[in-house]
DNA sequence: GCAGATAGTGGATAAATGCAACTATAATAT
DNA sequence: ATATTATAGTTGCATTTATCCACTATCTGC
């Protein structure tokens, strides 16, 4: 039945693919992370990892970062606070910004996160070739820098 | 401030990149869709072209194609009736399937929409060079078809 | 100081998602 | 033939996200 299926334009539509290979990928992570106080949606993962590996790091650059507004972004921030992963602090140079600060439990997420994070996303893509999967990393890599800011 | 971010792993992690372009590209689309009764979601668009260039299709193979369970389907189907767009018939075959057609309007939509979608996605992806956006279709095609059980 | 930008908060609304129960019909097996 | 199991679709519900907007506080530059 499927096999023979056209797409239409939608075979020629890169968006189409990266919106449903989203949706797969999204899903099979959920499974992954399921009832590790992290899941669904790029925010609280990028968020607990980022601030790990950056304490002080502040929730309008991780918005930015995760393409998130800053009312997403404080639920966020709020969301990983009262689990006791994060800590919230008021900048000193700027008192209008806060500083972000993981706990050890948080630390202790972050490390777990880190490794099953990676993993899932390897084994999902496992299907792929190596040196495929490098094409895409680094396409969509500078396509993520661009869209972001970051170069 | 965010030139010189390190992403921790998710720098390397397949699956980071596939979620933020993703969020980016939806919602660039959306706004080019906007007003449309096709907006939000990859389901109604691909539900609609689907239709209309292939009569009689039924409502779970499009589920199976975009990766949406059997009720959020039936909801993408409800809302195109309800807005005129396709319609409903009772499989002869098989009582229990269903077969959808477009309508008029719907037709019309499709050939706005099919235009709309395929620029959208050229113009959103127009930095990265020709050759690279080939590979990419190349590798992700295939990677969606074999999500999908396509191939 | 004043005007305008920026950081974060909070609320309300609208959608989408996933889950599970339920009907109806088909296909299969005994 | 009939009992079992599988499939197509519908519906309600609870959860989660997203989006938009208004609001406070603070900072920056004139």
Redesign the interface.
């Given at each position: 039945?499927?096999?023979d299926?056209?797409?239409?334009?939608?075979?020629?539509?890169?968006?189409?693919?990266?919106?449903?290979?989203?949706?797969?990928?999204?899903?099979d992570?959920d499974e992954c992370l399921e009832g590790l106080d992290v899941a669904k949606g790029?925010g609280k993962?990028?968020t607990l990892?980022?601030v790990?590996?950056?304490p002080g790091?502040r929730p309008s650059?991780i918005a930015?970062?995760?393409?998130k507004d800053r009312s997403a972004m404080g639920r966020i921030v709020e969301h990983l606070v009262s689990h006791g992963l994060i800590r919230r602090e008021t900048s000193a140079e700027d008192s209008r910004a806060q500083e972000l600060y993981i706990t050890e439990s948080g630390a202790e997420l972050a490390t777990k996160v880190?490794d099953l994070?990676?993993r899932?996303?390897k084994d999902?893509?496992s299907?792929?070739p190596e040196d495929?999967?490098a094409?895409?990393?680094d396409?969509?890599?500078?396509?993520?820098r661009?869209?972001?800011?970051?170069?």
């Amino acid at each position: 039945m499927a096999e023979d299926v056209d797409l239409d334009v939608l075979n020629d539509t890169l968006s189409f693919y990266i919106r449903t290979i989203n949706l797969a990928v999204s899903r099979d992570l959920d499974e992954c992370l399921e009832g590790l106080d992290v899941a669904k949606g790029t925010g609280k993962i990028t968020t607990l990892l980022l601030v790990d590996s950056h304490p002080g790091i502040r929730p309008s650059l991780i918005a930015q970062l995760t393409m998130k507004d800053r009312s997403a972004m404080g639920r966020i921030v709020e969301h990983l606070v009262s689990h006791g992963l994060i800590r919230r602090e008021t900048s000193a140079e700027d008192s209008r910004a806060q500083e972000l600060y993981i706990t050890e439990s948080g630390a202790e997420l972050a490390t777990k996160v880190r490794d099953l994070v990676t993993r899932q996303s390897k084994d999902f893509f496992s299907f792929i070739p190596e040196d495929e999967q490098a094409q895409l990393m680094d396409i969509l890599g500078r396509a993520y820098r661009r869209i972001v800011g970051l170069a």
